[in-house]
């Protein structure tokens, strides 16, 4: 199970777009990458998934390179309700599997 | 409306009081698992399920059973409650794999003295 690495934390202020990169050097060929976004006490919501290249949808883009060893995560134009926890995930989008969240990094926007 | 739900959202017991923490998906969704999130830890995986009948270990089953006995309902059981699992807990369910699209439920906050 591919591992990953996300800064613990990151600030920002609104109207900025916001990076998050993900690192997971272990990944499977047969691997997806999926963000979730958390609130204090509520359970995470998926953002969005990709596999390869550049993937879009209405709230965040997700950037994959060649290599997949690492992927972004675009915010763009923050606001302050985008402050929350953003878990990265690897793993096989089908069959038996755990799902490891990690500790994610806490986005932080400020006015 | 779709969604997945946990009852209790908030329980208080003592150590060795048997308890289960209810969950239940509208959307026909094959996949379900529980996750338990303490400060400084994240979500750890607790049990998922596959299918009716078919359930596995996470990273931290110890002191927890599962059960799917319905494709809907995916029950967490604490035989005999101990301090160190107060926590957190999130039951999801999903359509496809582990990996695709989960859907959390609200949470239920678990404090064991």
């Known amino acids: 199970l591919a591992k990953t690495t996300q800064p613990i934390s990151m600030d920002s202020y609104e109207g900025q777009e916001v990076n998050i990169t993900c690192s997971h050097n272990n990944i499977a060929t047969n691997d997806y990458i999926t963000w979730y976004q958390q609130f204090p006490s509520q359970g995470p919501r998926f953002i969005i998934q990709g596999y390869k290249t550049k993937v879009t949808n209405e709230v965040a883009s997700l950037f994959i390179p060649a290599d997949r060893k690492s992927s972004t995560l675009s915010l763009p134009r923050v606001s302050l309700s985008d402050t929350a926890v953003y878990y990265c995930l690897v793993g096989a989008n089908s069959g038996y599997s755990t799902l490891t969240f990690g500790k994610g990094t806490m986005l932080l926007v400020s006015p | 409306e779709a969604q997945v739900t946990q009852n209790p959202r908030y329980l208080i017991t003592v150590t060795g009081k048997k308890l289960t923490v209810t969950c239940s998906q509208n959307m026909n969704h094959e996949y379900m698992s529980w996750y338990r999130q303490d400060p400084g830890l994240g979500l750890r995986q607790i049990y998922y399920?596959?299918?009716?009948?078919?359930?596995d270990k996470g990273d931290v089953p110890e002191g927890y059973k599962v059960s799917r006995k319905e494709k809907r309902n995916f029950p967490l059981i604490l035989e005999s409650p101990s301090p160190n699992q107060t926590s957190l807990y999130f039951c999801?369910?999903?359509?496809?794999?582990?990996?695709?699209?989960?859907?959390f439920g609200p949470g239920t906050r678990l404090t064991v003295t």
């Open positions: 999801a369910s999903s359509p496809r794999g582990l990996s695709y699209e989960q859907y």
């Open positions: 399920s596959m299918n009716v009948e078919v359930t």
